[in-house]
T-cell receptor, first 114, second 114 residues
Framework: QKEVEQDPGPLSVPEGAIVSLNCTYSNSAFQYFMWYRQYSRKGPELLMYTYSSGNKEDGRFTAQVDKSSKYISLFIRDSQPSDSATYLCAMSAENAGNNRKLIWGLGTSLAVNP | DTGVSQNPRHKITKRGQNVTFRCDPISEHNRLYWYRQTLGQGPEFLTYFQNEAQLEKSRLLSDRFSAERPKGSFSTLEIQRTEQGDSAMYLC????????????FGPGTRLLVL
């Protein structure tokens, strides 16, 4: 079993839809949870960062963490064609030497159709 | 532009040749990470520096791979005697002292080994 599971999709939605992206994980030591957006042939771009459980909102994006269920979500409201990209969840724990290496999901490919 | 930069952006080489990639992190960031990403996968951790000290190297990394960060600023990743299986996107990320969990990625170097 992979430490982080993420449905690769693809996910196709009409413009303006609410998008829900999810990851599950198995390592209870994870405390830091990130969502990255990656356009084709580009590096990942940090979207949201959450520590421990709870919600965080930034504009059209909301990140949720449920540590009891080992489940994290990213919601995108009023989705736009420019949101079309691959969304990767990543998480880390406190490791020796303050190494916060990220453990990643496979990424979910999202297409928002005009 | 004060983001993470990587050079070259693309590299095509023949099997058996050596290649070297460079990463320039965000200037005030003391942590630097190298990851490798293949198509349809999330990035895979390779190695981690805190200032000039290399504190962790993935067990998946063969002896053909070496990384340096001589003055705690830029870093180089060298692959000796390249193999076709080394073809991938090589990503560099840096993180600040706080919050140290947030990693900012460069555009990556895409390597193709023929």
């Amino acid at each position: 079993q992979k430490e982080v599971e993420q449905d690769p999709g693809p996910l196709s939605v009409p413009e303006g839809a609410i998008v829900s992206l999810n990851c599950t994980y198995s390592n209870s030591a994870f405390q830091y949870f990130m969502w990255y957006r990656q356009y084709s042939r580009k590096g990942p771009e940090l979207l949201m960062y959450t520590y421990s459980s709870g919600n965080k909102e930034d504009g059209r994006f909301t990140a949720q963490v449920d540590k009891s269920s080992k489940y994290i979500s990213l919601f995108i409201r009023d989705s736009q064609p420019s949101d079309s990209a691959t969304y990767l969840c990543a998480m880390s724990a406190e490791n020796a030497g303050n190494n916060r290496k990220l453990i990643w999901g496979l990424g979910t490919s999202l297409a928002v159709n005009p | 532009d004060t983001g993470v930069s990587q050079n070259p952006r693309h590299k095509i080489t023949k099997r058996g040749q050596n290649v070297t990639f460079r990463c320039d992190p965000i200037s005030e960031h003391n942590r630097l990470y190298w990851y490798r990403q293949t198509l349809g996968q999330g990035p895979e951790f390779l190695t981690y520096f805190q200032n000039e000290a290399q504190l962790e190297k993935s067990r998946l990394l063969s002896d053909r791979f070496s990384a340096e960060r001589p003055k705690g600023s830029f870093s180089t990743l060298e692959i000796q005697r390249t193999e076709q299986g080394d073809s991938a996107m090589y990503l560099c990320a840096s993180s600040p002292r706080t919050p140290q969990e947030t990693q900012y990625f460069g555009p990556g170097t895409r390597l193709l080994v023929l």
